[in-house]
């Protein structure tokens, strides 16, 4: 089974601080993402990445930015957090061609608070 | 653009009842439909798919058919279980590669 591993399950940071969520797949999957979850608006995609030091913007990456520098690891950067950063954060990584039909696969998610 | 809409929810039912979560989509082209299921505390799980028209996705008693004509992607399950409370999610794959998610709908099932 493919197993994507989220760093914290829960983390509070302060506005203005730089936030690390990290995230790492086990199956040697091109593509990755990071998403936020928000009450009745679904997921919406922040960055995408579909191969080592390759980023791509979602759509809703101002204020976020990532690194991938092993293709294993996925790392999203809120570079001075926001009280409207509060969020669940969601990374995903999906095998072969980024158009392919290969379901994404979800780690369980980061809640964070923006205080 | 690429968009889907899903009912509002929560949908409350009993145990062993009939379940249909709606779900229509707007897209270009020919997208793949997915549905999938976040139970509390969990991320995203990949629940079942189709990928071209008249396809039927199915799994764990869940169903969906791909309508071409009607756009969509109705989720059903002839008897639902306590364990199926959760959160379903309709979504596309666009021909960006890019996955949209409807809004999500929150499934209670009662004993």
């Known amino acids: 089974d493919v197993k994507v591993t989220q760093s914290s399950r829960y983390l509070v940071k302060r506005t203005g601080e730089k936030v690390f969520l990290e995230c790492v797949q086990d199956?040697?999957?091109?593509?990755m993402f990071w998403y936020r979850q928000d009450p009745g608006l679904g997921l919406r995609l922040i960055y995408f990445s579909y191969d080592v030091k390759m980023k791509e913007k979602g759509d809703i990456p101002e204020g976020y930015s990532v690194s991938r520098e092993k293709k294993e690891r996925f790392s999203l950067i809120l570079e001075s957090a926001s009280t409207n950063q509060t969020s669940m954060y969601l990374c995903a990584s999906m095998d072969r061609g980024f158009r392919s039909n290969q379901p994404q696969h979800f780690g369980d998610g980061t809640r964070l608070s923006i205080l | 653009g690429n968009s889907v809409t899903q009912m509002e929810g929560p949908v409350t039912l009993s145990e062993e009842a009939f379940l249909t979560i709606n779900c229509t989509y707007t897209?270009?082209?020919?997208?793949?439909l997915f549905w999938y299921v976040q139970y509390p505390g969990e991320g995203l799980q990949l629940l079942l798919k189709a990928t071209k028209a008249d396809d039927k996705g199915s799994n764990k008693g869940f169903e969906a058919t791909y309508r071409k004509e009607t756009t969509s992607f109705h989720l059903e399950k002839g008897s639902v279980q306590v364990s199926d409370s959760a959160v379903y999610f309709c979504?596309?794959?666009?021909?960006?590669?890019?996955?949209?998610f409807g809004q999500g709908t929150t499934l209670q099932v009662k004993p």
């Open positions: 897209a270009t082209g020919y997208p793949s």
């Open positions: 199956m040697d999957h091109e593509n």
């Open positions: 979504a596309l794959k666009s021909n960006t590669g890019k996955l949209i």
